[in-house]
C-alpha cells in the first residue's frame, strides 16, 4: 500500500487499516453476526419493491432514469445493511514470528572463486566495494548482502520478525545483540571453522526454535557439508516442522581451478648413476591447456628433468615419470612441482619433497667366457672402466673380473681382471654378485662348482646373466645342475647354423614390463627410450629362438616379428626370479652392436643398469630385512592410503603373488588386514590399497610372512579435509533440493536482493487484544449515504417527479 491509499485510510476510518505495525495485528469484525441468507432476502425483495415501484411511477420519466433512480435507493438500502453489522477494529498485540539467518563460516567460505562471467565479476567488486571489503571470498559476499546500505537487510527483518542469527561451522552458535552489535559481529566474523556441519547445524537451529512461530530460515552457505546430516535431510526435517529454507548459494558451482599431485613414488635408496624414476600422479579442476611437472633438488634452482602435460578438465589423474641420474653420493632432497596457474585455489598441493640416499658402492662382477668373441671383448672394455674406475694401479682389481676358459697361461699374467680358474670355493664364489655367463663350455666346470652357481641364485640371492652363443649356452647346460635357472625349456631351443649367413636383422621391442623396467631405460623420459629402442639402437642379427618359456617368466624384450609355436613373439631379452636370486637371459650375444655410432652410451647404459638391479638387495639389506612404506603419512578423509612392501633382500620374498599380509590398525580402534600383490616389474616389491579409513591415526605393520626380529612398521593419519578443500565447488545441486524438500526457494548471488519480498509473513501469537474502534459510522460512511440521498433527490427533480 502506497501512502496516498493510508491517508485517505486516515482520513475516511481514523486510522490506516492496511498498515500492520510490528507486533500488532489488525482485523475488522462484525457486531452482529447477521445470517447472510437474510441479508440476501432483504436485499432481493428491497430490489423488487423499489423496481416496481418506480415502474408505476409518472410515465414521464424514461425507462432508463427509472432503472438508475432504482438503483440508486437500493444502494441506500446496502449502505443501510451494511451499517447493520456494526463494523469494528479489532486490535491485538502480537509476538512477531521469527525468522532465523543462519551464516556459514567454515573454512571454505573463505576460498576465492573464479569467475567466467565477467559482468557478474565486475557486480562482485561493486558490492564488496560498497562496504568496503576487498577480497571476494564466499564470507564476504555474505557480508555484502546484510550489510549494504547500512545494514537495511538486517533492519528490515527486525522490524517484521523476531530476528535470530547464528554462525554454521562445526557447530551451530547463536550471535545474539541488537542490529548495531549484529552488524559489528558480522564484519569481524573469520571463515575459520575446521568443518562444515550444515544438515546437524540447521537440525540444531530447528531444535532452538523448539515452541517459537518460525516463518524461515535463511541460510548463506556454499552447500560444502564435510561432516554429519546432509542439507537435504535437515531440509526434510524442516519441512515436518513448517519451516520453509531460504537458501543462497555463494561461491562458484564450476570446479574450483586446482592442480594438485600426490602418490609419488621412489627408490628411497639408489646408486650413483641409476636412473631414478619419480612416479606421481596429476590432478586438475577447472583447469586445460598445459601445464609443467618439474624435478628439482630442494633449495636448489636447477631443473632436473620436466615434463609438460596436457591437463583434463575433468579432474581425471595422469601418470607422471620423471627421472634423474644422480652423480653424487650423500642424502638429498628431490621435490616434485607443477607450476602454479591464476586462480587456483591451493598452491600447497602442487609439489611433493621426497628424501632419497643416492650410495656409492663397490659391486663385485664376474665375466665368464669360452672364447674372446666380440661380446666378451667389448663387455670387458667397458665393465673395466665402469666397475674398476676407483681400484689400484697395481696387482688384480677388487670389483670386475674375468674367466677366460680357452685362454692362453699368459694371459692371466699380462690382463689385470683375468682369473686363472672359476672360483671352486663356495665362499668364494659367494663373495660376488653378480655373474655373467656368456657362451661357456659346462665341460669345464665341475658338478660341484655348477651346484655352487646354482645356490648363488637361489640361496645367496645373486645376480646371474646368461648370454646365448653359437657354441654352448644354452644347449651345452642341458642335463646340468644349473639347467633349472634358464628361463626356458632348454630342448626346444633352436640355434642358427654355424654354417649358415645371418643377413635379416631386427630390433628387439619393448613388452609393457620392459618399457616400465629399470634396466630398459636407456633416455631419460620414457617417450625418448621408446623411440630409442624402436628406432634409433643399431639392430641385431644373430640369436636364439627360444619357444618355451617356463611360467613365471617376464619378457622384457622380443623380436618384433617372429613368434613360436604357441603365436607368441620370440623373446629376446628375459628375466626369472629363482629362489632368492634373479636370473637374467639374454637370446643374442650381439648387444655390442649397440655401440654403433653411439659408442658405450647406450651398451654401457644397459649393462651396468642391468648389473646393478640384479645386486640391488646388497644396496638395500643394510640390517633390515624389508620396508613398509605409504605414498604419504598424512590422508584426508575418503583417500585411499597406497602400501608398499619392498623385501631388500629377495630371498625373503614369498613365492605367491599374493603372499604379503599388512596389518592396519587404528589407534585405539579397528584393526584390518589388507593383501599386497607382487608388483608386475619387481620380484621383492608388494603393492596394495587401503580405504574407507575413519579418521585417526594409524599404525600398519607386515604380518605374513614372518620376519625376524620386529616386523616392519609404518605410521599414517586420516584427518577431516581442511577447509572442505577436498570439494571445492559451490554444490547448487543440494542447495536446490533442499529448498524444494522444505517448500522454500534457492537464490544465487546477486539475486538474493528479492529475498525479503519473498519471506512467508509468519504465523504470529495473539497475546493481548485492544478495546475495539466502531467504524460503522465513520463519516465516510455517513457522507456516502448523504451522497446517495442527495444524487437521488436531483435525478428524480430533474426527470420530474417530485
Not at 560498497?130 to 537487510?153: C, P, Y
Not at 624384450?557 to 631379452?573: K, Q, S, W, Y
Not at 519480498?757 to 495473539?766: C, E, F, K, N, T
Amino acid at each position: 500500500m502506497n501512502d496516498t491509499w493510508r491517508a485517505i485510510e486516515q482520513w475516511a476510518f481514523g486510522e490506516p487499516l492496511s498498515r500492520q505495525p510490528g507486533g500488532l495485528e489488525t482485523t475488522i469484525q462484525p457486531t452482529w453476526d447477521l445470517p447472510p441468507w437474510l441479508v440476501l432476502t432483504v436485499l432481493l425483495v428491497s430490489a423488487a419493491i423499489l423496481l416496481t415501484v418506480y415502474w408505476r411511477e409518472s410515465p414521464s420519466a424514461a425507462r432508463p432514469w427509472k432503472v438508475l433512480l432504482a438503483a440508486l435507493r437500493l444502494a441506500l438500502v446496502g449502505l443501510v445493511v451494511l451499517m447493520l453489522y456494526g463494523w469494528t477494529v479489532q486490535r491485538h498485540r502480537t509476538d512477531l514470528p521469527d525468522v532465523v539467518v543462519v551464516l556459514d563460516d567454515s573454512a571454505s567460505m573463505g576460498l576465492v572463486d573464479h569467475y567466467d562471467d565477467k559482468a557478474l565479476a565486475a557486480e562482485i567488486d561493486r558490492r564488496l566495494a560498497a562496504v568496503k571489503l576487498t577480497e571476494a571470498t564466499r564470507l564476504n559476499l555474505a557480508k555484502s548482502l546484510l550489510l549494504a546500505k547500512d545494514g537495511e537487510l538486517l533492519a528490515q527483518l527486525g522490524e517484521r520478525y523476531n530476528l535470530r542469527v547464528f554462525w554454521a561451522g562445526a557447530t551451530a552458535r547463536s550471535a545474539g545483540g541488537d542490529q548495531q552489535a549484529l552488524q559489528t559481529a558480522v564484519k569481524q566474523l573469520a571463515a575459520d571453522q575446521p568443518a562444515s556441519r550444515l544438515g546437524d547445524a540447521i537440525r540444531d537451529v530447528l531444535e532452538a526454535q523448539r515452541g517459537r512461530p518460525t516463518a524461515a530460515i535463511i541460510v548463506l552457505t556454499d552447500g560444502v557439508t564435510t561432516e554429519g546430516k546432509s542439507l537435504a535431510e535437515a531440509a526434510q526435517y524442516a519441512r515436518r516442522k513448517a519451516v520453509p529454507l531460504f537458501l543462497v548459494g555463494l561461491g562458484s558451482d564450476q570446479p574450483l581451478r586446482d592442480l594438485r599431485l600426490s602418490d609419488l613414488l621412489v627408490d628411497d635408496v639408489v646408486f650413483v648413476g641409476d636412473l631414478v624414476n619419480f612416479d606421481v600422479q596429476l590432478s586438475s579442476e577447472g583447469l586445460s591447456g598445459k601445464s609443467t611437472v618439474r624435478l628439482a633438488r630442494n633449495g636448489e634452482l636447477e631443473v632436473l628433468a620436466e615434463q609438460v602435460v596436457e591437463l583434463d578438465p575433468k579432474g581425471g589423474l595422469q601418470n607422471i615419470r620423471l627421472a634423474h641420474r644422480p652423480d653424487q653420493q650423500g642424502e638429498f632432497e628431490y621435490v616434485v612441482e607443477v607450476t602454479p596457474r591464476e586462480g587456483e585455489a591451493n598452491v600447497e598441493n602442487n609439489r611433493l619433497v621426497r628424501k632419497i640416499t643416492v650410495r656409492e658402492e663397490v659391486i663385485r662382477v664376474l665375466l665368464v667366457q669360452a672364447y674372446p668373441n666380440y661380446e666378451f671383448r667389448m663387455l670387458k672394455q667397458m665393465l673395466q672402466r665402469e666397475l674398476n674406475r676407483d681400484q689400484p694401479a697395481e696387482g688384480k682389481t677388487r670389483g670386475f673380473l674375468t674367466v677366460l676358459q680357452e685362454a692362453d697361461l699368459e694371459y692371466v699374467d699380462t690382463d689385470k681382471t683375468a682369473e686363472r680358474l672359476f672360483p671352486v670355493s663356495r665362499d668364494e664364489l659367494f663373495a660376488y654378485d653378480v655373474l655373467i655367463f656368456g657362451d661357456v663350455n659346462p665341460s669345464l666346470l665341475s658338478p660341484s662348482i655348477m651346484q655352487n652357481i646354482y645356490e648363488f641364485a637361489t640361496v645367496r640371492g645373486g645376480g646371474v646373466v646368461f648370454i646365448a652363443g653359437p657354441r654352448y649356452t644354452p644347449l651345452a647346460f642341458r642335463d646340468t645342475p644349473l639347467a633349472p635357472l634358464f628361463p626356458m625349456e632348454l630342448d626346444t631351443v633352436r640355434i642358427p647354423d654355424a654354417d649358415t649367413v645371418v643377413t635379416e636383422s631386427f630390433r628387439p621391442r619393448l613388452t609393457p614390463l620392459g618399457l616400465a623396467s629399470p634396466t630398459m631405460q636407456l633416455a631419460d623420459t620414457p617417450g625418448d627410450n621408446e623411440k630409442l629402442w624402436r628406432e634409433q639402437l643399431a639392430p641385431l642379427r644373430w640369436f636364439a629362438a627360444v619357444p618355451d618359456l617356463r611360467p613365471g617368466v617376464r619378457v622384457l624384450a622380443e623380436h618384433p616379428t617372429l613368434v613360436g609355436d604357441n603365436g607368441r613373439p620370440l623373446p629376446i631379452i628375459a628375466l626369472q626370479f629363482v629362489g632368492a636370486g634373479k636370473v637374467l637371459f639374454h637370446a643374442t650375444d650381439e648387444t655390442h652392436r649397440w655401440r654403433f655410432r653411439s659408442g658405450d652410451v647406450h651398451f654401457a647404459r644397459y649393462w651396468i643398469q642391468s648389473i646393478r638391479y640384479l645386486c640391488r638387495a646388497k644396496l638395500l639389506a643394510a640390517g633390515r630385512s624389508a620396508e613398509l612404506t605409504t605414498d604419504r603419512d598424512e590422508y584426508r578423509r575418503g583417500e585411499v592410503v597406497r602400501l608398499r612392501v619392498r623385501f631388500l633382500d629377495d630371498r625373503l620374498a614369498p613365492q605367491a603373488d599374493d603372499g604379503v599380509g599388512v596389518v592396519v590398525e587404528r589407534e585405539g580402534g579397528e584393526r584390518r588386514s589388507v593383501a599386497l600383490r607382487r608388483n608386475a616389474a619387481e620380484r621383492g616389491v608388494f603393492e596394495g590399497t587401503a580405504g574407507q579409513l575413519a579418521d585417526g591415526k594409524y599404525r600398519s605393520w607386515i604380518a605374513s610372512p614372518t620376519l625376524e626380529g620386529q616386523p616392519p612398521a609404518k605410521e599414517f593419519a586420516i584427518s577431516a579435509p581442511p577447509g572442505e578443500l577436498a570439494r571445492t565447488r559451490m554444490d547448487a545441486a543440494e542447495l536446490t533440493k533442499a529448498a524444494k524438500v522444505s517448500q522454500g526457494k534457492f537464490y544465487r548471488f546477486p539475486a538474493a536482493d528479492n529475498l525479503l519480498s519473498d519471506l512467508p509473513r509468519g504465523r504470529q501469537v495473539r497475546i493481548e487484544s485492544l478495546p475495539p474502534r466502531p467504524i460503522w459510522n465513520a463519516p465516510l460512511l455517513a457522507g456516502l449515504f448523504v451522497l446517495l440521498i442527495g444524487c437521488e433527490w436531483l435525478l428524480r427533480k430533474r426527470v420530474g417527479l417530485l
